[in-house]
């Protein structure tokens, strides 16, 4: 920029110099042809929870060069003018009033003015009503006709046209005396402001209470970016807030970590705010006489010039605190219906309620320490008097279950059991039944062989098949023997063994190109649990093994077939079992394990008829990347099995660490440099801010050090 003068002559407003005059007179061309405005709002009303956008449409056959919208409420004289600028991404002017200037109003109304320089057009005035205010009924109560009362509730009173001094508040009959009531907000109230430039993740608040209590002062915290003046509303309980100018309410500019953070080197957000007071449910808006001047900028943060928290101090006059209010132990009255009336000079307003400080009853359907035998059904008879059911929960040896749940001995372990049921009843009264009951053991033990033994030879084919049964309750069984078909290593007849390598887990084919059909001295090695292994292993691809297993033919689909497999692999692999499904064209997961340092088994139990394909079962054990060992607590896998090409480091918004932690900073470079070849790190990528405080020339020697 360029000095022209610096006071070296005298001013002159109001009039020009020759110097300032143009040699040629500006042509201004006459325009009679004044601008349009259409109002698109198209609103008739508006809940008052709710924004509000008024829009229009401004159009001029030369140029627009303002539009402007005048609004007031029901409470306001005048109207308030708002400069609009035209919307790119529509073409249109909008305005949006928050529900913050609608609480409490009963319509507002509107108009646009648009000019061209010339012309100005002035719209119609619109007025929309306003919808969900408070109750402005004569003589009120803040309960309802059937409203369920439970414990201490405040009670209040309210009239709109006398005061609380007027009115007198009795409960089924009896007055209460004026000592016992207390005045008190009718509504909840509003902290309202307006603030911009909030950013990211600091933990800015809304507090109210003793600071040295800090985190239990918090109400709300607002941590999302704000890029412009937004309107936040915020509610305060009206027993927060008494008569007086005791009430006192914060706004804290944050850290990272905390509104209360105290450690210097721990940077605030810094933001503007303006426009703050307390917005009573009727519209009322209450000010902290300190900032009081509407539209004055509120600069809050850790900067030169700003302030970390600022409390606002709001005062409440008698006419505000309007309603008379008694806090009503309901556990001193019974049970069922009351009537709280309120009466001013010969009017009368009253609530028939319900108290309710009884749970719900639970009579189940089995008794405390007895023995069940059969079909057991578990079942309660759960009722409410007043409030009725909410919900009900039910567990049957911690596992949760639904009523009506029907098992029998059999199905249960024998021993002893746990039924715990919980009743909650709509208003929370909440009850807890917990029955303990044994069940026999129903099932047959596990049979004993007794002829012929695993592995005896010489026993001819009519051999007489022989075990050992017993059932703990004496019960009559029935014993069947079973025909089974066995295919391992040790019998080359229906069994084929091959290993290779697959670039996925599993993979895609039933049968991968490149396999090496097992060896003679392969099948030696898998025929016996002998401490000898057949080994395959890859540096880039999962090693497997697949077997194929041709069925007898007197196996039906409807069979059992059992799979077994016994071996070990690198501690952290993850070991899985696979059966090829015909129907589903893949290899099916049946069982897997984390490996460890011993050996381990792999298991399932199949029908034929799921897997087999021509009798031909298709069996597959694959060593895997195991997501869960990190987690599990086992090591990671060895580099020389890492399937990625190299690793990157991604950095993020340094900032902080340039400011106050350089020493830390630069360890972590320092790690990164270090485990560059462990790692495979090929790329370090940095995003977001480098420096704090961009003024601070030390941050930039940090940053730039690094």
Do not use: C
């Not at 020009?16 to 008739?44: F, G, H, M, R």
């Not at 949006?96 to 646009?112: C, H, T, V, W």
């Not at 001094?165 to 007055?175: F, M, Y």
């Amino acid at each position: 920029m360029l000095k022209a003068s610096s006071g070296t002559q005298t001013p002159t407003p109001g009039t020009v110099t020759n110097s300032q005059v143009p040699t040629e007179p500006v042509q201004v061309e006459l325009d009679d042809v004044p601008p349009t405005i259409t109002d698109i709002t198209a609103v008739k009303e508006i809940d008052q929870f709710k924004s509000l956008e008024l829009k229009a449409d401004a159009k001029d056959d030369r140029a627009v060069r303002s539009v402007e919208v005048y609004v007031r409420s029901d409470k306001q004289a005048d109207y308030v003018k708002h400069n609009l600028s035209e919307d790119f991404n529509d073409t249109m002017y909008h305005y949006k009033i928050s529900s913050a200037d609608l609480i409490g109003r009963k319509y507002i109304e509107y108009y646009f003015v648009v000019s061209d320089g010339m012309n100005e057009t002035t719209s119609e005035v619109v007025k929309i009503a306003i919808t969900g205010g408070p109750d402005r009924s004569p003589l009120r109560l803040n309960v309802k006709d059937n409203e369920i009362l439970k414990g201490t509730n405040t009670i209040k009173a309210s009239a709109q046209s006398v005061g609380m001094d007027a009115l007198k508040l009795s409960i089924d009959g009896k007055q209460l005396a004026d000592v016992e009531t207390f005045s008190e907000l009718e509504n909840d109230a509003y902290f309202v402001f307006d603030a911009t430039n909030v950013d990211y993740y600091f933990k800015n608040a809304v507090t109210m209470g003793p600071p040295a209590d800090e985190d239990k002062t918090i109400l709300y915290t607002f941590m999302d970016p704000i890029t412009s003046y937004t309107t936040l509303s915020f509610p305060i309980r009206a027993d927060r807030l008494k008569t007086g100018n005791d009430n006192v309410i914060y706004i804290r500019a944050g850290s990272k970590t905390s509104p209360f953070d105290k450690r210097p080197e721990e940077n605030k957000d810094d933001f503007e705010i303006k426009n703050v007071r307390l917005l009573l449910a009727d519209g009322t808006e209450i000010w902290d006489q300190a900032y009081a001047e509407r539209e004055k900028q509120i600069k809050m943060g850790d900067s030169a010039g700003k302030a970390e928290s600022i409390g606002f101090r709001f005062d409440l006059k008698a006419e505000h605190v309007g309603s008379k209010a008694y806090s009503w132990d309901t556990k001193t009255a019974t049970d069922g219906p009351h009537q709280i009336t309120v009466t001013s000079a010969d009017k009368e307003f009253t609530s028939k309620v319900i108290v309710d400080n009884t749970a719900p009853s639970i009579k189940p359907t089995i008794e405390n320490g007895k023995e069940y035998r059969g079909a057991i059904t578990l079942d309660a008879i759960i009722k409410d008097t007043y409030a009725g059911l909410d919900k009900v929960e039910v567990k049957l040896d911690d596992k949760t279950i639904v009523f009506p749940y029907t098992t029998s001995s059999g199905q249960m372990t024998g021993g002893a059991h746990k039924l715990y049921i919980k009743a909650t009843d709509k208003v929370g009264n909440t009850s807890e039944a917990h029955v303990n009951f044994n069940v026999p053991d129903e099932n047959p033990l596990q049979p004993q062989l007794i002829s012929p033994t695993q592995g005896q030879k010489d026993v001819g084919s009519n051999a007489k098949l022989t075990v050992k049964v017993q059932d703990p309750t004496n019960d009559l069984m029935n014993v069947l023997f079973y025909k089974g078909y066995k295919y391992d290593g040790n019998r080359a007849e229906g069994f084929t063994g091959y290993k290779s390598a697959s670039v996925t887990e599993p993979p895609k084919e039933m049968v991968p190109a490149g396999e090496e059909v097992l060896t003679p001295e392969d099948y030696k090695k898998i025929s016996a649990v002998d401490g000898d292994y057949l080994v395959n292993e890859s540096v880039e691809k999962f090693p497997y093994q697949r077997f194929e297993v041709k069925l007898d033919p007197s196996v039906k689909a409807t069979d059992q077939v059992e799979i077994n497999w016994k071996g070990k692999s690198l501690e952290g692999r993850k070991v899985s079992l696979y059966a090829w499904s015909p129907s589903l064209q893949k290899w099916n997961q049946l069982d897997h394990v984390i490996a460890g340092i011993t050996d381990f088994e792999l298991h399932a139990v199949v029908k034929s008829g799921d897997y087999a394909s021509g009798q031909m079962i298709q069996v597959m054990v694959q060593d895997e990347i195991a997501a869960q060992a990190a987690s599990s607590g086992s090591k990671p896998t060895p580099e020389t099995d890492d399937p990625y090409d190299f690793s990157f480091v991604w950095m993020s918004d340094t900032q902080y660490y340039s400011q106050s932690y350089p020493k830390i900073y630069q360890e972590i470079v320092n790690w990164i440099v270090a485990q560059k070849e462990k790692m495979n790190i090929k790329y370090v990528i940095h995003t977001g801010d480098v420096v704090d405080k961009s003024y601070q020339e030390y941050q930039w020697l940090e940053a730039t050090r690094i």
